[in-house]
T-cell receptor, first 117, second 114 residues
Framework: ETGVTQTPRHLVMGMTNKKSLKCEQH?????MYWYKQSAKKPLELMFV???????ENNSVPSRFSPECPNSSHLFLHLHTLQPEDSALYLC????????????????FGPGTRLTVL | AQKVTQAQTEISVVEKEDVTLDCVYE???????LFWYKQPPSGELVFLIR??????QNEISGRYSWNFQKSTSSFNFTITASQVVDSAVYFC???????????FGAGTRLTVKP
């Protein structure tokens, strides 16, 4: 595997289900991100992990719970979602110079297309 | 506050035409970074270029070129002799040096017809 991989690529879930999205980066980077891409809205940064520490949480509802067990893996745990949470969820990684961040480009995975019924 | 505006929602051209995608940004910081990404139908964002705020030199890479003008806060992207494979959504993004928050524009959907 190369680059950033995400599984599953597609997910359909009911509002009462619990599911998890997985992201893995094979680039040796030290920062990972979750983004949400809805129709007709700009990409929204949800969470940032820098050196495995969460450094950003952009007012994301608690029904989304991230987990970063190591610098190569990132999870997004989902529970009791709403239909408006249906979107493309993108994971990205980058090589940062410290906890304060840096300037490097982010490399994205192919995304998980989530549909909440 | 930082903001990126891509005023062109959709552009349609015929193959071999040149096309320019506009990007205007707002920031109060003096050190920042600008990016362009391409999102083909497969969904994955592909990194195209990064430009530092202190480097206004324009860049050319094959059929792609970028025009960075700090005076007008613009970072425009031109595709020369467009091809059908260039069809995608293109995003411009802005990031400050000491901040992980990358702000994306709304994107411009480019359709290149044969």
């Amino acid at each position: 595997e190369t680059g950033v991989t995400q599984t599953p690529r597609h997910l359909v879930m009911g509002m009462t289900n619990k599911k998890s999205l997985k992201c893995e980066q094979h680039l040796g980077h030290n920062a990972m991100y979750w983004y949400k891409q809805s129709a007709k809205k700009p990409l929204e940064l949800m969470f940032v992990y820098n050196f495995k520490e969460q450094t950003e949480n952009n007012s994301v509802p608690s029904r989304f719970s991230p987990e970063c067990p190591n610098s190569s893996h990132l999870f997004l745990h989902l529970h009791t979602l709403q239909p408006e949470d249906s979107a493309l969820y993108l994971c990205a990684s980058s090589q940062e110079i410290g906890l304060a961040g840096g300037y490097n480009e982010q490399f994205f995975g192919p995304g998980t297309r989530l549909t909440v019924l | 506050a930082q903001k990126v505006t891509q005023a062109q929602t959709e552009i349609s051209v015929v193959e071999k035409e040149d096309v320019t995608l506009d990007c205007v940004y707002e920031t109060r910081d003096t050190t920042y970074y600008l990016f362009w990404y391409k999102q083909p139908p497969s969904g994955e964002l592909v990194f195209l270029i990064r430009r530092n705020s202190f480097d206004e030199q324009n860049e050319i890479s094959g059929r792609y070129s970028w025009n960075f003008q700090k005076s007008t806060s613009s970072f425009n992207f031109t595709i020369t002799a467009s091809q059908v494979v260039d069809s995608a959504v293109y995003f411009c993004a802005l990031r400050h040096r000491n901040n992980n928050d990358m702000r994306f524009g709304a994107g411009t959907r480019l359709t290149v017809k044969p």
